[in-house]
T-cell receptor, first 113, second 112 residues
Framework: NAGVTQTPKFQVLKTGQSMTLQCAQD?????MYWYRQDPGMGLRLIYY???????DKGEVPNGYNVSRLNKREFSLRLESAAPSQTSVYFC????????????FGPGTRLLVL | GNSVTQMEGPVTLSEEAFLTINCTYT??????LFWYVQYPGEGLQLLLK?????DKGSNKGFEATYRKETTSFHLEKGSVQVSDSAVYFC???????????FGAGTQVVVTP
């Protein structure tokens, strides 16, 4: 089992460019999450998908969109990148509700110039 | 709203020293409490968890007890190793979707 995989590992964008971060899990989990990690702020939830076909906003959704493509895949899109979106992005998944253990991917480091 | 407060780091210790990382929380309802660990260059992984008051979570020599009366979930280890150097995150989750909160993280550095 690969667990949770993320691509790319690292990306540099110019302000205004768009990109999609990919996430896939092979654990047959129902729920998936996108977080951003910034120094001194811990992890903040951007969007989550409780189950295939549903998505909802988390704490910091502005500037992002998501797609739950199927049960395995959950992508995060930046339509017009801004320097404030420079961060490390983590995808996670769980079997069911938010009180279950979350399994994290290795992260994508994004730099927006 | 829900929130988690944990002690700021970095915490620097010598090998075999005792480690405590304080964590307190504010939540509506009855949250589950977690400690996650992040090793350099990696994603977070679960260290331990407790789902109700007075539960003790334990793993790899680490322990934490869910204290409802003091709204705390402090992490302890009796004798740390260099391999315990990492960032530790306290977190809580309630039944409500989206109500999952992480603390800011505490970096621990263990020197030989």
């Amino acid at each position: 089992n690969a667990g949770v995989t993320q691509t790319p590992k690292f990306q540099v964008l110019k302000t205004g460019q768009s990109m999609t971060l990919q996430c896939a899990q092979d654990m047959n989990h129902n729920s998936m999450y996108w977080y951003r990690q910034d120094p001194g702020m811990g992890l903040r939830l951007i969007y989550y998908s409780a189950s295939e076909g549903t998505t909802d906003k988390g704490e910091v959704p502005n500037g992002y969109n998501v797609s739950r493509l199927n049960k395995r895949e959950f992508s995060l899109r930046l339509e017009s990148a801004a320097p404030s979106q420079t961060s490390v992005y983590f995808c996670a998944s769980t079997t069911a509700g938010p009180q279950e253990t979350q399994y994290f991917g290795p992260g994508t480091r994004l730099l927006v110039l | 709203g829900n929130s988690v407060t944990q002690m700021e780091g970095p915490v620097t210790l010598s090998e075999e020293a005792f480690l405590t990382i304080n964590c307190t929380y504010t939540a509506t309802g009855y949250p589950s409490l977690f400690w996650y660990v992040q090793y350099p260059g990696e994603g977070l992984q679960l260290l331990l968890k407790a789902t109700k008051a007075d539960d003790k979570g334990s793993n790899k020599g680490f322990e934490a007890t869910y204290r409802k009366e003091t709204t705390s979930f402090h992490l302890e280890k009796g004798s740390v190793q260099v391999s315990d150097s990492a960032v530790y995150f306290c977190a809580l989750a309630t039944d409500s979707w989206g109500k999952f909160q992480f603390g800011a993280g505490t970096q621990v550095v263990v020197t030989p």
